[in-house]
């Protein structure tokens, strides 16, 4: 199993509503990660779990708060969102998170109203 | 920090004929060097990785150079297909490993 399932597919919130986004991965990576895409850009590091530890947060605003329950999941909850974070979030993980393949999921398209 | 550069931005080729992308970056420390591929609306997937310690890596229709003393990387696709039509991303590990991105190419096959 190479996959790494992200839901929802797509999302629609308010800028007053709290959801999550959740990510899970069954291939035994110990690194997740949590990027933001942009139309016509490249990936954009959010957050790096390693081995069930945050060990990088790429000064996200604290409206984007991520959770890593066990080494399969990883959450990213969204709360008091603005327009400008509308935005392809992706997640992916790789084995150890020292320069090995990072594998992506398909990603959550997120519009903030 | 590390900052890696992609050109072209843009780069249509006639099928059948070879398309190549060019990556610099600026660490000398960076020892990982992938290429994602990314079709409209779906993930980034790898299609060719290298390290430091080789120069040269070959699947199929795919080749990736890398040339340790300049800094820079480049992406070879022989005998391109329509579905080859993507944007490529090109990028580097960093001193945590973690991977700093060039900023695309869309490769466009013309029929």
């Known amino acids: ?113 | 920090g590390e900052n890696v550069e992609q050109h072209p931005s843009t780069l249509s080729v006639q099928e059948g004929d070879s398309a190549v992308i060019k990556c610099t970056y600026s660490d000398s420390a960076s020892n990982y060097f992938p290429w994602y591929k990314q079709e409209l609306g779906k993930r980034p997937q790898l299609i060719i990785d290298i390290r430091s310690n080789v120069g040269e890596k070959k699947d199929q229709r795919i080749a990736v150079t890398l040339n340790k003393t300049a800094k820079h990387f480049s992406l070879h696709i022989t005998e391109t297909q329509p579905e080859d039509s993507a944007v490529y991303f090109c990028a580097a590990s960093d001193s945590n490993y973690q991977l700093i991105w060039g900023a695309g190419t869309k490769l466009i096959i013309k029929p």
């Open chain 1, 1 to 113: 199993d190479t996959e790494v399932t992200q839901t929802p597919k797509h999302l629609v919130m308010g800028m007053t509503n709290k959801k999550s986004l959740k990510c899970e991965q069954h291939m035994g990576h110990r690194a997740m990660y949590w990027y933001k895409q942009k139309a016509k850009k490249p990936p954009e590091l959010m957050f790096v779990y390693s081995y069930e530890k945050l060990s990088i947060n790429e000064s996200v605003p604290s409206r984007f708060s991520p959770e890593c329950p066990n080494s399969s999941l990883l959450n990213l909850h969204l709360h008091a969102l603005q327009p400008e974070d509308s935005a392809l979030y992706l997640c992916a993980s790789s084995q150890d998170g020292e320069g090995t393949e990072a594998f992506f999921g398909q990603g959550t398209r997120l519009t903030v109203v």
